[in-house]
């Protein structure tokens, strides 16, 4: 973080193009994404996504948050979370962010641009980490969808898995990990993993969830010693 305070930005690989063909979306969706309270409320208190509320109703269910602590936010563009984090914990907590499309910037905190899938991308974060002892990972990462449920599921529990080893190196001991997967395939084997690690698993649907949405959030809490996994 620079001296000011103000947003680093370290830019690795060129993101994916995010423009491509136009979605077309129903009216009955349209409707319902309109008087959706979620996506008025972001809007109304200055937060970039609604997301931002995802984040607050885990933090405050499972008291993951303190000041002063330091934070990985993993897939955080478009920074929703960074502005909760900044929020919560005031000046001296100290945030990375992690995302493989560019980010607004967000008074102090420091950017990473990269494919955190990637060995650049992963050293780049680690290099930004620079060995400080981290308090919280967590992520949002989700895959470009394919719409092949198979794929999507499999793609979805993997990027999982990369946050759990990222997790698993750089958290201090009793430090927590939030990560976001898709409902089915593989998430049971995913939370037996995560519960060897941990002193304490659980699985939430945050509210500001969809309720068509397959998401889910593993919150672990204490990190247990190296010898436990």
Known sequence: MSPSGQCNLIAVTRPLNPAGKKHRFGKAWMHEHLNDAYVREPTRLGY??????????????????????????????????????????????RIIA????????????????????TDEGLAAVDAAVAGTPVDLVISDMAPNLSGIDTVDQARSVHLAELAL?????????????????FQGS?????????????AKTYVRKPKASRDRSREVFIVAKQRLGDGAH
């Open 48 to 93: 970039r996504s609604r997301s931002a509320f995802k984040l607050i109703e885990l933090a405050e269910k499972d008291k993951l948050l303190r000041r002063g602590m330091a934070v990985v936010d993993l897939g955080s563009a478009p920074g929703s979370w960074c502005q909760v984090l900044k929020e919560r914990l005031g000046p001296q907590g």
């Open 98 to 117: 992690v995302d493989m499309l560019p980010m607004a910037p967000v008074s102090g905190v420091t950017f990473v641009q990269a494919d955190f899938s």
């Open 165 to 181: 080893e990222f997790a698993s190196d750089v958290l201090q001991p009793s430090g927590d990990f939030v990560v976001k997967v």
């Open 186 to 198: 593989g998430l049971a084997d995913l939370q037996r993993t995560v519960a060897a690690r941990f």
